[in-house]
Each structure stands twice: as C-alpha cells, then as structure tokens.
C-alpha cells in the first residue's frame, strides 16, 4: 500500500485534473484502512471530481467505515438523485442508511443491489435483516432459503454475525463464517510468524479489543485480566476503540503489564508490532463484532491466535 499510495500521490501532484487518480487515492487509502486521511481527501476531491463514480463510491465508504453513516448517507444518494447510479454506490447507500437505522429505506437499496446482481456480496443478509429490522416478514422465509442454497455453492450472501440470526445450524455457520473469512480476511501468503521459537521467562499474551471502556466485554473480562500470575505471564492490551477516562479504562490499564494505543496505526502495522514485541499467543476480544480489526489476524503474528468472548461463533479461519 505504501508504494501505491505515494506513487499516486505523486501523479496527482503532476496532474491534479485527473479524475481518475483521486478515485485510486480513495481506494488505496480505504484498502490500507486510513480512513480518516481518505475522507480529509475526500471532502476535497468530491467538489473537484462530483460526478466521478469512483470518488463518490470511495469517499462514502470511507465515511461508513468511520460510523459516519448519515454523512455517507448525504453523500451517496446526491449522487444517485443525480442518475450517477452504479451498484456499488446503491449497495453503501444501504451500508449507510442501515448504519443510520433507517431500516426502511436501506431495505429499497438492497433490492436496487440485487435486481442488478443477485449475488452482489452480503446484499442478500443485510436485505434479509433490514426487513425483519422493519418487522417486514412478507418476504423473509423465500430470502432465508436463497441464503441457505447460495451458501452451499459458495456465494459470500450473508455476514456471520448476522447469520446467527437466520440459522442456528452450526454447520451452515461455519460455512457462512470460512468464506466470509476467505473473502475479506484472506491469510496472507507471506506470514509474519513462520514457526520460530520464542524463549521467554513469562509467557507474552496479547489481548485485541476495541472494547477497553464501559462495554460488556470489559465487565466480563476485567477480574480474569487483574488474575493473571503475573509470575508466569506478561499481558499486553492492544486497544483500537474509542479513548475513554473512564473509570474501566483506569481499572484495565492497571491490570495490564502494557497498554497500547494502536488506533493510529494499520493492521499490518499492529501485527508487525505485534510481532517485534514476540506475542506468544494473541486473543481476539471482538470476533466479528462492531469494530473489528480481524484483518490483523491475517497476518499470522503470533504463534497461537484465539477468538474469545466477544464473539460466541467461529470466524472460519
């Protein structure tokens, strides 16, 4: 990501007119997870570039991925009131008007999605769930059994999180949950840990949460945290949720050996931190969960990697 980003950023320099390269810098950002710089850059580009389909499309994802759903929502459907339509821009329009609640109007988007491709990734679950959100149950048997025949042939139709509301089938979760896991979270071929053997006197466990505040999962893990014998283990908390004074966040930070901060940093640059710091064994807190990082995982930085807790399925991978 880093070569592309500064050679586009480079051309751009050269040739600041082209529509072409502000849609690549969006996505180049948006794929190395650097939202908050893609929407900096998006809020320029968008009224130099407003009837480009790639700005558009990149800049109003970069805005959900930051839970900015009503200003994605904005965003998005000035465009398609435009006739600037494209199945991805009617698919986030969704994203964003589902993430803003409004079930409703999200529920037309994903049908827009689907007339043009019924198979248009996770459009089938998140239509599935807008309606039962709406208490719409006209349609939702014919959906559950599409999902459950499209999983079979290897289709990425639903989320896993969601799937747990449709099939409590722990086979068809698991399938739903690898090619999930497949498609977005794919290991990488060139992993960070290839089987080397770390000799410490105490045992590096990594803790993964965007959850170190007021939330359940901090309730329920806040006393196994402090109980850790700390003679035989080194714990580390690697938070990339919101910042908090609260005080649970004062309680956690003291029952760790290290806090660290890492929301300014990618998922390849936490687990090549992760790495450095030779993590022995690293739990995921969230699964897939709201505000996630799964993708650190792919990287392979510790020997033994766990989903706990914050997620009471598999992640199929």
Known sequence: FET???????????????????????GILNEAKMFE?????????????????????????????????????????SA???????????????IALRGSLDFSEAAKRFKR???????????????????RQCCDWTQVSDIQRAIEERCETGFVVIDPFT???????????????????????????????????YSHDRIRVGYLSADYHEHATSYLMAELF?????SQFETYAISFGKHSDGAMRQRLVRAFDHFIDVNDKTDREVAEMMRELEIDIAI????????????????????????????????GA
């Not at 990149?58 to 994605?72: T, W």
């Not at 999605?113 to 309606?131: F, I, Q, R």
């Not at 995921?284 to 706990?308: E, M, S």
Request: aromatic content about 10%; cysteine-free; proline content about 5%.
């Open 163 to 197: 799937m747990m509301a449709v099939s409590g089938d722990p086979i068809r979760q698991r399938r739903v949950a690898e090619l999930y896991a497949e498609k977005f979270y794919p290991q990488t071929s060139d992993p960070l840990w290839t089987g080397e053997v």
């Open 284 to 315: 995921d807190l969230n699964g897939y969960t709201k505000h996630n990082r799964t993708g650190i995982f792919a990287y392979r930085a510790a020997p033994i990697q766990i989903n706990y807790l914050g997620y009471p399925g598999t992640l």
């Open 37 to 77: 710089k893609a929407i900096g850059q998006g809020k320029q580009l968008i009224q130099q570039f407003p009837d480009d389909l790639n700005v558009i499309n990149n800049y109003g994802n970069a805005l959900i991925q930051k839970k900015l759903y009503r200003e994605a929502a904005i965003v998005l459907d």
């Open 113 to 131: 999605t689907l007339v043009d491709d019924p198979k248009y990734d996770l459009s089938l679950g998140y239509l599935l769930d807008a309606l």
């Open 226 to 230: 402090e109980s850790h014998d700390k």
């Open 80 to 94: 398609l009131s435009r006739g600037l339509e494209r199945i991805d821009l009617w698919y986030h329009s969704g």
């Open 4 to 26: 592309s980003l500064k050679l586009i950023v480079s051309a751009m320099h050269h040739h600041p007119d082209n529509q072409m390269l502000a849609g690549n810098l969006l």
